[in-house]
């Protein structure tokens, strides 16, 4: 199972495009290169990426309406921009769609590196500090185990099950979107897939309703909310 982190990057310079695509591969990426914002759109919507770079001046569909593309299908994964200009209105409306850096050419390969490991450090998903187990109201969650425990009696749970109940106390008290559970577990957010999760909460609210101080809300339009009430 490739586990490389997967890059969208769009560039219609072809010497600069297979540059870029040959160094960050070298850095251990998988890339798909696409040679014009039309045909970015068509890669992202067949694909799940952890992070896309697209250039702004492009034919046929440029970075600004392919970043709104994106976003369209997908509020979460994170873009750079990659342009000439450097004209403050352009960097504002990248911004605006809902870009997370922008790089002005000409850019070291070293700049672009960092910016892309900055960005995907702080894209992850924040699970490292549920290793052990943990105190969840009158429950005890072994997320190691797979292992919910209430008043000494232990209630095995299946992969997504502990995989979700994981992401949601990680994000307790603030709101999981569905995009982002989705992404990370089961790898796309298809109306499907949506609908597995769905079945998933239902069943972890099954297993919390022994204490009903522990809740899973649902938020319309956004996700779901662990609380402690």
């Known amino acids: 199972m490739n586990d490389k982190l997967k890059i969208l990057l769009v560039e219609d310079d072809p010497n600069l495009g297979q540059i870029l695509k040959e160094y960050l591969e070298l850095k251990g990426f998988q890339i798909h290169l696409a040679r014009d914002g039309e045909q970015g759109k ?3 919507a067949k694909g799940k990426y952890n992070l896309c770079l697209l250039d702004v001046m492009m034919p046929k569909v440029d970075g600004f309406e392919l970043g ?3 976003r369209e299908i997908d509020e979460e994964v ?3 921009y990659l342009t000439a200009k450097s004209m403050k209105e352009d960097t504002i409306k990248g911004f ?3 870009a997370d850096d922008y790089i002005t050419k000409p850019f070291s ?4 590196l960092l910016r892309i490991k900055a960005i995907l450090k ?5 699970t490292a500090v549920i290793e052990g187990p943990i105190a969840l109201g009158g429950f005890t969650f072994d997320p190691t185990r797979r292992i919910l425990t209430y008043n000494g009696e232990e209630n095995n749970l299946t992969t997504k099950e502990n995989e979700l109940l994981k992401m949601l106390v990680s994000y307790q008290n603030k709101v999981l979107t569905r995009t982002l559970a989705l992404k990370h577990i089961w790898g796309d957010d298809s109306y499907f897939n949506a609908r597995s999760m769905d079945v998933y909460i239902t069943k ?3 297993h919390l309703k022994a204490d009903e101080n522990i809740q899973i809300l649902t938020i319309h339009g956004e996700g779901f909310k662990l609380v402690k009430l």
């Open 78 to 80: 994170p873009i750079i």
């Open 68 to 70: 709104e593309n994106i």
């Open 96 to 98: 605006k769609i809902g």
């Open 122 to 126: 702080r894209a992850a998903p924040n």
């Open 204 to 206: 972890l609210r099954k």
């Open 109 to 112: 390969m070293e700049e672009l």
């Open 42 to 44: 068509t890669l992202f």
